[in-house]
């Protein structure tokens, strides 16, 4: 359930973006709705796999309220499939949804809790969200789910480190996890960093288009079409600040 679809409307910031690190084996992505992390962030994801790295996807949500034509217990089954489906093409086997209703996720304990315990279960180096601020740039309003559930993982990146917050997972036989060294944001109008798209371009096509209920009800484009012109006109935007090569950005946050 993006509200990326409006096209490139980040504010860039002066200066050319970084690469992210590469000295990590295993990272977690955390995003609010299917098709999140697939609208800008799934070339990244098949360079990461291709060089053998892990990457878990943790869901808030089943995007059931995504649709308008769907009812949630009709929409949500189709989103589920649709997003392990999109994983499988990048290279990633284990998808977890944590169940907190779509449209109306709250950020606050209980959701920092269940994103650290997550991480304290896959023990990742790097952490991946979506977009945490008001706006995707200028006055492109971003949703409250998107903003909850970014603020909830920066959050529960250092939660998940300390044994005293949330005592409870403890005694579920999740330890402390302090291993977390990044928290890196897709979709953010400040990036800071950026992974070359081009080797995981065509795959990024692909997965996006897995969510193809969720597009149909989209666009009447063609769902093909709409997905490679959505991604590479992100990436070829953001390869004004990536010496010309066609980048997936994020704002990374060390720790």
Known sequence: ?????????????????????????????????????EYGGSAAVAAWTDAGREVVYVLATRGEAGIATLAPDVCAPLREAEQRASARVVGVSQVEFLDHRDGVVEYGTTLRRDIAAAIR????????????????GGVAWNTPDHVAVGRATLDAAAD?????????????????????????????????HAVDATPGMERAVRSLLEHRTYIEALTDEDPEVYCRAFLTGHARAASERFGGVPAVTFELFPR
């Open 1 to 37: 359930m993006s509200d990326q679809e409006s096209g490139p409307t980040a504010r860039q910031e002066a200066g050319p973006l970084r690469p992210m690190p590469e000295d990590w084996r295993r990272a977690l992505v955390a995003v609010a709705h299917p098709d999140d992390l």
């Open 121 to 136: 279960r896959h023990r990742p180096e790097l952490v991946v969200t979506l977009n945490h601020r008001d706006t995707w």
């Open 160 to 192: 998940a480190g300390n044994r005293w917050i949330f005592p409870e997972l403890v005694e579920q036989g999740l330890e402390p996890w302090d291993g977390v060294r990044w928290v890196a944001v897709a979709g953010s109008p400040e990036p800071t």
